[in-house]
C-alpha cells in the first residue's frame, strides 16, 4: 500500500477512497470504492477520537461506496491490498 506508507502517513489518522477493480465470473470488469479509514494505534488517542465522530458524516455523503473498511494496521489491508480487494469483490 503505496500511499499509506508514504512519509508519515503510517502514523497519521486519514480516510481514505479506493477505487478497486474487479473482475465478475462472467467476465465483466466492474469498479467499486470502498471507503478506509485509517486510525493506527501510534496516533494519538485525540485524533483517533476526532476521526471516529466524524467517520459516519464523511461516509454518509460518499455515494457509490459499496464498502467500508477501518483499519489500525497495514496487516489489516494486507501486503497488496488483499483485504481491500475482497472486501469490494
Known amino acids: ?6 512519509g508519515d502517513r503510517l502514523n497519521e ?14 467476465g465483466r470488469q466492474l469498479s467499486k470504492l470502498v471507503f ?3 486510525a493506527p ?3 494519538k488517542i485525540r485524533e483517533k477520537m476526532k476521526y471516529a465522530s466524524t467517520k459516519q458524516a464523511v461516509g454518509s455523503v460518499l455515494t457509490g461506496a459499496s464498502a ?10 494486507g501486503a497488496e491490498g ?3 480487494i475482497a472486501l469490494a469483490g
Do not use: G
Open 1 to 6: 500500500m503505496e500511499w499509506i506508507s508514504e
Open 82 to 84: 488483499e483485504e481491500i
Open 41 to 43: 494505534d501510534s496516533c
Open 68 to 77: 467500508t473498511l477501518n483499519a489500525t494496521d497495514i496487516s489489516e489491508l
Open 13 to 26: 489518522c486519514c480516510y481514505a477512497v479506493i477505487d478497486v477493480a474487479v473482475s465478475k465470473a462472467d
Open 36 to 38: 478506509l479509514t485509517w
